[in-house]
């Protein structure tokens, strides 16, 4: 079982719609989750953390936390063709390290 | 954010030859410096973890022979590619993390794309 699981895509969302990423992770120890955002060519870009059950929102992303369930999701409300992408799960277990999914591949149609 | 640079991004080297890789974080002082590696259409990979004044660790198949890291202040770290063949061309990306809180935030620099001809 992979540590982060994320399904590869492509996740097609019409222009204005919400759209809904999840990603899983196999440690109950896990700690830190992030959201991060990587154009073609590009390097990662943090968009999102969140630490406890529940919900964080900010601007027009909110990513939700799980513990229980050992489920992270990000929701993008609104979506602009800007916002296609690949969306990469995260996850802290104790130090510094950063172990990644493989990767959401999302699609905004105009 | 945190802001991380890096420098060249991107450099074309003859096989057999040395490059230099720099990261820089410009507004934080990082507690540590991870260097990656993706290639085209795949998941980054990481190649080391890096410390200031202490030696680098290495992931599991990474020779650290051929990556060479050195990590000389809290804000700079270098990844020097040693004896440079095609294989290794790749878009290298190191990221410095900042304590937030009681917890860890990565933030990544813009990648370096090494092209080994």
């Known amino acids: 079982q992979k540590e982060v699981e994320q399904n590869s895509g492509p996740l097609s969302v019409p222009e204005g719609a919400i759209a809904s990423l999840n990603c899983t992770y196999s440690?109950?120890?896990?700690?830190?989750f992030f959201w991060y955002r990587q154009y073609s060519g590009k390097s990662p870009e943090l968009i999102m953390s969140i630490y406890s059950n529940g919900d964080k929102e900010d601007g027009r992303f909110t990513a939700q936390l799980n513990k229980a369930s050992q489920y992270v999701s990000l929701l993008i409300r609104d979506s602009q063709p800007s916002d296609s992408a690949t969306y990469l799960c995260?996850?802290?277990?104790?130090?510094?390290?950063?172990?990644f999914g493989t990767g959401t591949r999302l699609t905004i149609i105009p | 954010g945190a802001v991380v640079s890096q420098h060249p991004s991107r450099v074309i080297c003859k096989s057999g030859t040395s490059v230099k890789i720099e990261c820089r974080s410009l507004?934080?002082?990082?507690?540590?410096m991870f260097w990656y590696r993706q290639f085209p259409k795949q998941s980054l990979m990481l190649m080391a973890t890096s410390n200031e004044g202490s030696k680098a660790t290495y992931e599991q198949g990474v020779e650290k022979d051929k990556f060479l890291i050195n990590h000389a202040s809290l804000t700079l770290s270098t990844l020097t590619v040693t004896s440079a063949h095609p294989e290794d061309s790749s878009f290298y990306i190191c990221s410095a993390t900042r304590l937030a809180g009681a917890t860890y935030e990565q933030y990544f620099g813009p990648g370096t794309r090494l092209t080994v001809t």
């Open positions: 995260a996850v802290i277990l104790g130090n510094e390290k950063l172990t």
């Open positions: 507004d934080f002082q990082a507690t540590t």
């Open positions: 440690d109950r120890g896990s700690q830190s």
